[in-house]
């Protein structure tokens, strides 16, 4: 049974900083390019970044700068480092895996806020 289980999301003020973590099973998971995407309220799901099997990043471009994804195979665990982050980042952020197949985590949510 394939599992993506998000942790890391809760409340930071505008400028901080989270660090979530998508901890995945039941896939070969250093062979799987790895996403993150994030959903608020009343919007479509948007890309956020993606991490080949290879290591090479993309990031959507409102992301660029601020947030870094980064995976470790022998945890079998994708981060997303955020940081700078604003009222507009908030949202449910989603662990997503890709290959032959798309697998989706639950979510984990942020909120920026003061």
């Known amino acids: 049974q394939v599992q993506l289980v998000e942790s890391g999301g809760g409340l930071v003020q505008p400028g901080g900083s989270l660090r979530l973590s998508c901890a995945a099973s039941g896939i070969p998971f250093s062979i799987y390019a790895m996403g993150w995407y994030r959903q608020a309220p009343g919007k479509q799901r948007e890309l956020v970044a993606t991490?080949?099997?290879?290591?090479?990043?993309n990031y959507a471009a409102s992301m660029k700068g601020r947030f870094t994804i980064s995976r470790d195979n022998a945890k079998s665990t994708v981060y997303l480092q955020m940081n700078s982050l604003k009222p507009e980042d908030t949202a449910v952020y989603y662990c997503?895996?890709?290959?032959?197949?798309?697998?989706w985590g639950q979510g984990t949510q942020v909120t920026v806020s003061s």
């Open positions: 997503n895996a890709d290959r032959w197949t798309t697998y």
């Open positions: 991490i080949s099997s290879n290591g090479i990043t």
